[in-house]
Every structure is written in structure tokens, then in C-alpha cells.
């Protein structure tokens, strides 16, 4: 049963242009999310977070949107650049478990 | 602050075979997590230590243990490996318990013959 779940498996955008991921989350007790980028074989990388009592967390680049009532999350990248193509996933846990639900990832491919 | 540090890096084991992987957290994390990856079931929790305690445990066969070492080290133990077993093992610490963010060490790929 996945709890989390990252329906595009793959996305292309231009170098300079906006790139958005999606999320989305079926379990109502999570209420702290992560965004992590992964390169093949190394452990994933910690992009940004947000917890459920807000709806937007900016660091640089990265934006990231929670609606809570639709179970929700996106990841914005502006501008995109080429070192941004990874396979990024979002993650979900609830306060109290230390145990982190991944979604299936999604690759981004920045075209220069 | 140095990161996440697993040893070894690369592991080939046979069937039936038993393996501990070694995670040495980020200097002042008390919680070690254990995640696996593979390419059918993705990214997946395996356990939780804190205080050398297990504090939380995914959906994963008894041959699967682990413990914590004073100094917040951790191990994982895998006993009567399978071919199934085959995967990246991923640690990750965080400064305590609850909603912190996690930090991933650079995985130890098992690979069993």
C-alpha cells in the first residue's frame, strides 16, 4: 500500500524554465514532508522541507506547496538548470515515528 | 560537520551467508535510521534506533536486525541472506526523534550471489 505516491515517473523542461513535481499523499497522521534529490548510488540528498502548519517553504530555488485538504505536495525549481537533473522524492512522516515514506520518484531531466 | 559515513561502500555475499553494515551518524545525531532500495519495491524503512533502542520497525523478516552503540553508531545485521536481499542499504540520523529532517550516508550496495 503506498502512501505516497509520485505519479510522473519522468519530466522534461528547458534550462531556465520552471520545473514542478508532484505528490501526493493518502495517510491523514503525516504532517511533516521532505523533498530529497538522489543521484545512482549515492544516498538521497535533503532539498527542503515543509510541516502541515504551513502551505509554502521558499530556500533559494526551491519552492515547495502543501495543500492539505487535497493530500497534496509540489516541488517548484525556478530557474532550472542542468546540475538539477536527478530523480528527486518526496518523503512523508507523522510527528512522533521517525520513519520515513518515500514516494517512487521522479526523474528530471534539465535540457540545456 | 562531516556527514553521514557507511561502511563498506560495496558488499558481495553469497546465499545463506550473514552480513553487518556499519553507520556512523552526523556528530551530535542521536536517531539512526535504516532504509532499503530497490528498484521494485523503492525506498523502504527498516528501523529506527535511538538511546540504543529500537524505537520503530518497518515490514521486514526477522533475519533483519540492528542495534545502536552509545556513541549513536549503528549497526545492521542481515542472517541467512537471499538473492532478494540484493539492494542499497541507506542510513540516515537526525538530532532526535519526531519531525526532524533525516541525512542520508552514501548507502552500502549488497549484492548476494
Known amino acids: 500500500d503506498q502512501q505516497v505516491k509520485q505519479n510522473s515517473p519522468s519530466l522534461s523542461v528547458q534550462e531556465g524554465r520552471i520545473s514542478i513535481l508532484n505528490c501526493d499523499y493518502t495517510?491523514?497522521?503525516?504532517?511533516?514532508f521532505l523533498w530529497y534529490k538522489k543521484y545512482p548510488a549515492e544516498g538521497p540528498t535533503f532539498l527542503i522541507s515543509?510541516?502541515?502548519?504551513?502551505d509554502k517553504n521558499e530556500d533559494g530555488r526551491f519552492t515547495v506547496f502543501l495543500n492539505k485538504s487535497a493530500k497534496h505536495l509540489s516541488l517548484h525549481i525556478v530557474p532550472s538548470q542542468p546540475g538539477d537533473s536527478a530523480v528527486y522524492f518526496c518523503?512523508?512522516?507523522?510527528?512522533?515515528?521517525?520513519?520515513?515514506?518515500f514516494g517512487t520518484g521522479t526523474r528530471l531531466t534539465v535540457i540545456p | 560537520k562531516a556527514g553521514v559515513t557507511q561502511t563498506p561502500r560495496y558488499l558481495i555475499k553469497t546465499r545463506g551467508q550473514q552480513v553487518t553494515l556499519s553507520c556512523s551518524p552526523i556528530?551530535?545525531?542521536?536517531?539512526v535510521s535504516w532504509y532499503q532500495q530497490t528498484p521494485g519495491q523503492g525506498l523502504q524503512f527498516l528501523f529506527e534506533?535511538?538511546?540504543?533502542?529500537?524505537?520503530n520497525k518497518g515490514n521486514f523478516p526477522g533475519r533483519f536486525s540492528g542495534r545502536q552503540f552509545s556513541n549513536s553508531r549503528s549497526e545492521m545485521n542481515v542472517s541467512t541472506l537471499e538473492l532478494g536481499d540484493s539492494a542499497l542499504y541507506l542510513c540516515?540520523?537526525?538530532?532526535?526523534?519526531?519531525?526532524?529532517?533525516?541525512?542520508f550516508g552514501p548507502g552500502t550496495r549488497l549484492t548476494v550471489l
Open positions: 556528530s551530535g545525531h542521536r536517531s
Open positions: 540516515a540520523s537526525s538530532p532526535d526523534r519526531g519531525t526532524d529532517t533525516q541525512y
Open positions: 534506533y535511538f538511546s540504543e533502542t529500537q524505537r
Open positions: 515543509i510541516s502541515s502548519i504551513k
Open positions: 518523503a512523508a512522516s507523522a510527528t512522533g515515528a521517525n520513519n520515513l515514506f
Open positions: 495517510n491523514s497522521m503525516f504532517d511533516y
